[in-house]
């Protein structure tokens, strides 16, 4: 119990290190801490974790605590239908969660924490994130469903599929935002938090290097218009002060990253094997 309570106190402390990967584990269920916070209202409630101790931890994880998530029955899951009039995930995310038809309609899922998969299918069950198509989906899968699936496509390392070469001068402009942000209009960097070159810093925050240009500048716009959680708000904030070239900038710059080279070490850290 202390050591489980050491690693949430490292985690919260560095969003920005690779400490947060047992905390996949830890935190399966609860909200998303560390993510939104200022380093200041972090080391407060670090500190304040510290005392409380095993006794969060314990309330961290009301439903079974003892079960694993099992991604042989995620895959199981993604493959069919788990329930009547419910399409199954490949449909629409393919087996491997790379996207089915390359649109950026259907975002990429794999390799992506499963510990961020399952907030997100929480928060559409709950309407905290708005989507007609993934609302119903959600909610009919039990809480042993979600931690499967999300389990499963955590697990999956897919290629990229090759994307149309965008214009080279709105992917320097969007990787200028993304590696430095504009601190004349109090715009953090997106590698700030998602990591360098949008690796991700699981648990909590995805990557985007590889996502679909679409889908991230879907995304944004969700977050404009108040339409995506507000739990963190970070992103709602990071949302509000890009306009729309400069959406599209580091929605381009993000799809074309070199992202097989990122993918092998999100994947070894959604997995939770490194240091
Ligand atoms: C009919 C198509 C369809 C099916 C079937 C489907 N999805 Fe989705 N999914 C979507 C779309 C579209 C989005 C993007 C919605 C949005 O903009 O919020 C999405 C988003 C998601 C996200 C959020 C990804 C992120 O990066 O934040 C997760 C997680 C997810 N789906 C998991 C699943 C799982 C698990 C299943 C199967 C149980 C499933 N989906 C089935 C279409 C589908
Ligand atoms: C202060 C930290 C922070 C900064 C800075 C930040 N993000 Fe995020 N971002 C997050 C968090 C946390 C999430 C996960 C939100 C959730 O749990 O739903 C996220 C999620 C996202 C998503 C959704 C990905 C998905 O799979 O659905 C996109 C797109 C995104 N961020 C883009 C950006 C871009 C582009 C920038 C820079 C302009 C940026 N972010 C800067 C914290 C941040």
Redesign the pocket.
């Known amino acids: 119990m202390l050591k489980a309570t050491g690693a949430i106190g490292a985690s919260m402390l560095s969003s920005a290190s690779g400490a947060a990967a047992p905390m996949a584990e830890i935190l399966e269920g609860t909200g998303p801490f560390g993510a939104g916070m200022s380093r200041t209202r972090i080391s407060a409630l670090a500190a304040t974790m510290a005392s409380i101790g095993a006794a969060w931890v314990a309330h961290a994880q009301p439903e079974s605590p003892i079960r694993q998530p099992d991604p042989g029955r995620g895959a199981v899951?993604?493959a069919q239908a788990?329930a009547p009039g419910?399409?199954?995930?490949a449909?629409?995310?393919a087996r491997n969660g790379a996207g089915s038809d390359g649109s950026g309609?259907?975002?990429?899922?794999a390799g992506?924490s499963a510990w961020?998969?399952a907030k997100?299918?929480r928060d559409?069950a709950s309407g905290v994130?708005?989507?007609a198509?993934?609302a119903p989906?959600?909610k009919?899968?039990s809480s042993d469903?979600?931690a499967d699936?999300?389990a499963y496509?955590a697990s999956v390392n897919a290629p990229y599929p090759p994307s149309a070469r965008p214009d080279p001068a709105l992917i320097k402009h969007g990787e200028q935002l993304a590696k430095t942000g504009n601190a004349a209009r109090e715009l953090q960097s997106c590698d700030n938090c998602h990591g360098p070159g949008g690796a991700g810093e699981p648990p909590a925050i995805?990557y985007l290097a590889g996502?679909y240009a679409r889908?991230i500048a879907?995304?944004l716009t969700?977050w404009q218009r108040g339409l995506?959680d507000k739990n963190p708000d970070a992103m709602a904030d990071v949302a509000k002060r890009l306009d729309t070239q400069e959406i599209a900038a580091v929605a381009a710059y993000f799809q074309q990253v070199d992202a097989p080279r990122v993918a092998a070490r999100q994947l070894t850290r959604s997995r939770g094997s490194l240091p």
Do not use: E, K, S
């Not at 419910?86 to 995930?89: D, T």
């Open positions: 899951i993604a788990v419910v399409l199954a995930c449909q629409c995310h309609a259907f975002p990429r899922i992506q961020y998969l997100q299918l559409y994130r708005l989507n198509v993934m989906i959600a009919a899968l469903d979600i699936v999300t496509y995805p996502q889908y879907t995304q969700m995506r």
